[in-house]
Every structure is written in structure tokens, then in C-alpha cells.
């Protein structure tokens, strides 16, 4: 079945610093994935969407990558300030899945001042 | 531009009673998805709706759950008989009809804030 996995150990960055985030795939080619954002007791905020045809988005202090050979995506938050501390998700659509949406488990961010 | 829209936020519900939830969706919005988060898990799909029509409810259990979108109102998520396992946050997301006008945007699910059930 189809799997996505992201590292559920929490990251913890001091202030300024780049965080990266990895989310992999198994058993299936997404069409596009997801990046969201989620804090405590709150829904996903959805933060960037790419497709497996492009290798890279970004938007503002965010970057993200697609290696299809890899069957990986990469999140950057870039100069990292306490306010992007929150829990990450990553989420993918299969070709043959519909709609719905697969997500990982999450990976929590802690930026230090 | 309102976002997507839950209630109630919290419920409370004994064991063996019923829970419903309720979604309204972004403007604009014709589908509509649920998925439930539980305590220390992911987000888990569920079912996927549209007006009047149930497009995949793959993720939904056999027994006591059901979903509908109404031609008018919100959509409801259902759940009979209440027990502790049922306890978890409950999403609701929608999108526009994917693939309208090929804008990559069209892909995107917008999440409500979620209603959390408690089954005592």
C-alpha cells in the first residue's frame, strides 16, 4: 500500500538557522504533494503545493523539492524565527487515489531564540 | 473570504449516543473531505463528498459512520453509537472541482479548524 513517511523525531533549531524537513514515499508516484502547516488544537494551513514535473518551489522563507528518483520531498524554512515553531505535514495525492489525500505523520519544529 | 467552517468545535458525547458534525465549505467550493486525526496520529482520510453525491468513502468504517453533502447546507459527518475509540479531531477540508480551468490551485484542500469529540 502506499506509505509516506516523515521523520517524527522534533527538530530543534536555534533562531536564523535553516531547518529541513524530509518526507519519503513508497509503493506509489504522487502527483503532486503537499506541505501544511499545523499548530496545537488548530487544522492544517496549507503552505505549498508541487508537482512531480517541477524540481523546486518556494515561497517567501520557504523552499521546497521534489526527487521523484529519490522518492523524496525536502522542506526548508530558511532564517527560522520561534513563530514557525509548529508541526509539519506532508501530504501527497496518488495518480490512481482520487483525491484523497495520503498525509505523514508530522514532524515537529521547535525554533530557539 | 471565509474559510472552510466546523461545529460545533467540541462535543462531548457519552458511549452509545450519537455525534454529529457539521462543515461548511470555502465559497466557491463544490467538494468536500473529512478525515479524522488520532490522539499522537496522522491525518487519515475518510470520505470525499459532493453536492449529493459520495465520490469515495474508502476510509470509512463498515458500521455507524455515514457522510452526506445536502444540495443545501453543510455537510455532516455522522456517527452512531459512540464509543471511546471514537474519540480524535475531526477535519473537514474542501477544494474547488479538480482540474477547473487547469489552475494548479484547483488541487489544493483548505482545512477547517476542526471539531474535537470526546466520548466519555
Known amino acids: 500500500s502506499q506509505k509516506i513517511e516523515q521523520n517524527s523525531e522534533a527538530l530543534n533549531i536555534q533562531e536564523g538557522k535553516t531547518a529541513t524537513l524530509t518526507c519519503n514515499y513508497t509503493n506509489y508516484s504522487p502527483a503532486y504533494l503537499q506541505w501544511y502547516r499545523q499548530d496545537p488544537g488548530r487544522g492544517p494551513v496549507f503552505l505549498l503545493l508541487?508537482?512531480?514535473?517541477?524540481k523546486e518551489k518556494r515561497k517567501e522563507r520557504l523552499k521546497v523539492t521534489f526527487d521523484t528518483t529519490l522518492k523524496q520531498s525536502l522542506f526548508h524554512i530558511t532564517a527560522s524565527q520561534p513563530a514557525d515553531s509548529a508541526t509539519y505535514l506532508c501530504?501527497?495525492?496518488?495518480?490512481?487515489?482520487?483525491?484523497?489525500?495520503?498525509f505523514g505523520g508530522g514532524t515537529r519544529v521547535l525554533v530557539k531564540p | 473570504n471565509a474559510g472552510v467552517m466546523q461545529n460545533p468545535r467540541h462535543l462531548v458525547r457519552r458511549r452509545g449516543q450519537e455525534a454529529r458534525l457539521r462543515c461548511s465549505p470555502m465559497k466557491g467550493h463544490s467538494h468536500v473531505y473529512w478525515y479524522r486525526q488520532l490522539p499522537e496520529e496522522g491525518l487519515k482520510f475518510m470520505v470525499y463528498?459532493?453536492?449529493?453525491?459520495?465520490?469515495?468513502e474508502s476510509g470509512m468504517p463498515k458500521e455507524r459512520f455515514s457522510a452526506e453533502f445536502p444540495k443545501e447546507g453543510p455537510s455532516i459527518l455522522r456517527i452512531q453509537q459512540v464509543v471511546r475509540g471514537d474519540s480524535a479531531a475531526y477535519f473537514c477540508?474542501?477544494?474547488?472541482?479538480?482540474?477547473?480551468?487547469?489552475?494548479?490551485?484547483?488541487?489544493?484542500?483548505?482545512f477547517g479548524p476542526g471539531t474535537r469529540l470526546t466520548v466519555l
Open positions: 463528498l459532493q453536492k449529493e453525491n459520495i465520490i469515495d
Open positions: 508541487i508537482r512531480e514535473n517541477e
Open positions: 501530504a501527497s495525492r496518488g495518480r490512481a487515489a482520487g483525491n484523497k489525500l495520503t
Open positions: 477540508a474542501s477544494s474547488e472541482a479538480p482540474g477547473t480551468s487547469g489552475r494548479m490551485s484547483t488541487d489544493t484542500q483548505y
